[in-house]
T-cell receptor, first 117, second 115 residues
Framework: AQKITQTQPGMFVQEKEAVTLDCTYD???????LFWYKQPSSGEMIFLIY??????QNATEGRYSLNFQKARKSANLVISASQLGDSAMYFCAMREAFNFGNEKLTFGTGTRLTIIP | EAGVAQSPRYKIIEKRQSVAFWCNPI?????LYWYQQILGQGPKLLIQFQNNGVVDDSQLPKDRFSAERLKGVDSTLKIQPAKLEDSAVYLC?????????????FGEGSRLTVL
């Protein structure tokens, strides 16, 4: 079974609109972390937002928020007021065990977001 | 603060040739990772170091791939001999290795094309 599932290979969104990128995960570990990374065409992976499995509130970072629904095992990324510079690949990733020296991330297949002017 | 440095950025080789990629992590980061990202896919972990010891290399094709992290700082990933399916971007990342969120910081990657 896939540990991280991103069901949207590509999305087109009008500039200034909000967009939700879907991510579901599968783990039996009670302690885990969820990340979203952005990968522009330059190739670098840019950290956007993090949600810990024990965090009571949804994470927010500027225009990014994470809609964390633990019972459904989903961690969708919401980008408000999208901008042309948001066009990129977006990856959801999960860290399953928070142990010293074991912060391995498993990535989904990604969603290519294109913002239309 | 300097980020994760990788070189070369691009490399084109013939199949059966060898290639080596270099990574310099963020200063003070104990954990170093090499990921392989094939076009259209998410990154796949090849090997993870904690200081100069290997934590996880379960997905490293050991018959052709090797990696080392000398003195717990820089790391080199080698492929010998290369196959067509090794064409990918090789991403190096580092993390503090303790505390915080466990965020990984990535380099810009080394793009390998095998002809």
């Amino acid at each position: 079974a896939q540990k991280i599932t991103q069901t949207q290979p590509g999305m087109f969104v009008q500039e200034k609109e909000a967009v939700t990128l879907d991510c579901t995960y599968d783990t039996s570990d009670p302690s885990y972390g969820l990340f979203w990374y952005k990968q522009p065409s330059s190739g670098e992976m840019i950290f956007l937002i993090y949600q810990g499995s024990y965090d009571q509130q949804n994470a927010t970072e500027g225009r990014y928020s994470l809609n964390f629904q633990k019972a459904r095992k989903s961690a969708n990324l919401v980008i408000s007021a999208s901008q042309l510079g948001d066009s990129a690949m977006y990856f959801c990733a999960m860290r399953e065990a928070f142990n010293f020296g074991n912060e391995k991330l498993t990535f989904g297949t990604g969603t290519r977001l294109t913002i239309i002017p | 603060e300097a980020g994760v440095a990788q070189s070369p950025r691009y490399k084109i080789i013939e199949k059966r040739q060898s290639v080596a990629f270099w990574c310099n992590p963020i200063s003070g980061h104990a954990t170093l990772y090499w990921y392989q990202q094939i076009l259209g896919q998410g990154p796949k972990l090849l090997i993870q170091f904690q200081n100069n010891g290997v934590v996880d290399d379960s997905q490293l094709p050991k018959d052709r791939f090797s990696a080392e992290r000398l003195k717990g700082v820089d790391s080199t990933l080698k492929i010998q001999p290369a196959k067509l399916e090794d064409s990918a971007v090789y991403l190096c990342a580092s993390s503090l290795g303790q505390g915080g969120t466990g965020e990984l910081f990535f380099g810009e990657g080394s793009r390998l094309t095998v002809l």
